[in-house]
């Protein structure tokens, strides 16, 4: 479960990360202007994760569909 905590109307650093798939004991060792920077430009691997395993399972149906 994502709880999402707002300072002003952004989300804080840590909720950022979680949203990318960082575990809550990751340490951040850059500035919190860096981070901010680094989460907004990222992907997060969870759905970069879904989307693979979709699109392998899409290309093995059609591979067994143009094997006749």
Do not use: W
Not at 7 to 30: A, T, Y
Not at 44 to 62: D, E, F, G, N, R
């Amino acid at each position: 479960e994502i709880r999402l905590s707002l300072v002003g109307s952004e989300m804080c650093i840590r909720d950022r990360l979680r949203l990318q798939g960082f575990p809550d004991d990751f340490k951040i060792v850059v500035s919190y202007g860096h981070i901010k920077h680094q989460t907004g430009n990222s992907v997060a691997v969870p759905v970069i994760a879904a989307v693979a395993k979709q699109m392998i399972s899409t290309l093995k149906k059609y591979e067994e569909s143009t094997i006749l």
